[in-house]
């Protein structure tokens, strides 16, 4: 068996990903603070909220639900009690089959993610997007969706997060 050498990052290149882990870093906690602040609830839930409020009904399937966002089913089903307990979602029962069940945003949080959202878009666009140029935008867009391309597994039976 050959082992070969891993293929070390340049210094350009460690320059580059430390940069990326810095930035992403920083982003993260700039619109958890934001949200914590205006809404009571870090940038994770805001995301479901927004899910749930561009879905059919304001409703979907707690599995697509995680799937979407990206978190564990056991993630979600915490996140989902704590919206819950504040009123803005409520769990259904899924006629079509009894182990599933359904998300679904209430007018309350609607009404939440409606006074919430403009100061979250400030938020970004001053954390974001009024610090580039529109080609840098472009650009930034363009490394994103390669990237997410890149990692999605084509395997339907990959062991993701969101499916366990």
């Known amino acids: 068996?050959?082992?070969?050498?891993?293929?070390?990052?340049?210094d350009e290149e460690q320059r580059v990903w430390r940069a990326y882990l810095h930035a992403t870093t920083l982003l993260e906690d700039h619109l958890d603070r934001q949200l914590q602040r205006d809404a009571g609830m870090p940038h994770t839930y805001y995301g479901l909220l927004v899910q749930?409020?561009?879905?059919?009904?304001?409703?979907?399937?707690?599995?697509?639900?995680?799937k979407d966002a990206k978190i564990t089913r056991s993630r979600l089903s915490h996140?989902?009690?704590?919206?819950?307990?504040?009123?803005?979602v409520t769990r259904e029962e899924c006629p079509s089959d009894k182990r599933g069940q359904f998300a679904a945003l209430?007018?309350?949080?609607?009404?939440?993610?409606?006074?919430?959202?403009?100061?979250h878009v400030t938020a970004v666009r001053q954390a974001l997007f009024d610090r580039l140029t529109p080609e840098q935008v472009e650009?930034?867009?363009?490394?994103?969706r390669t990237m997410a391309e890149g990692l999605q597994p084509s395997d339907p039976n990959a062991d993701l997060p969101w499916l366990r």
């Open 139 to 144: 650009q930034l867009g363009t490394i994103m």
């Open 1 to 10: 068996m050959t082992v070969t050498e891993p293929r070390w990052l340049s």
């Open 79 to 88: 996140a989902v009690a704590r919206l819950e307990k504040n009123g803005w």
């Open 106 to 119: 209430t007018d309350e949080g609607y009404e939440v993610l409606r006074r919430t959202a403009p100061g």
């Open 52 to 66: 749930l409020s561009q879905a059919p009904r304001r409703r979907m399937r707690m599995t697509e639900l995680a």
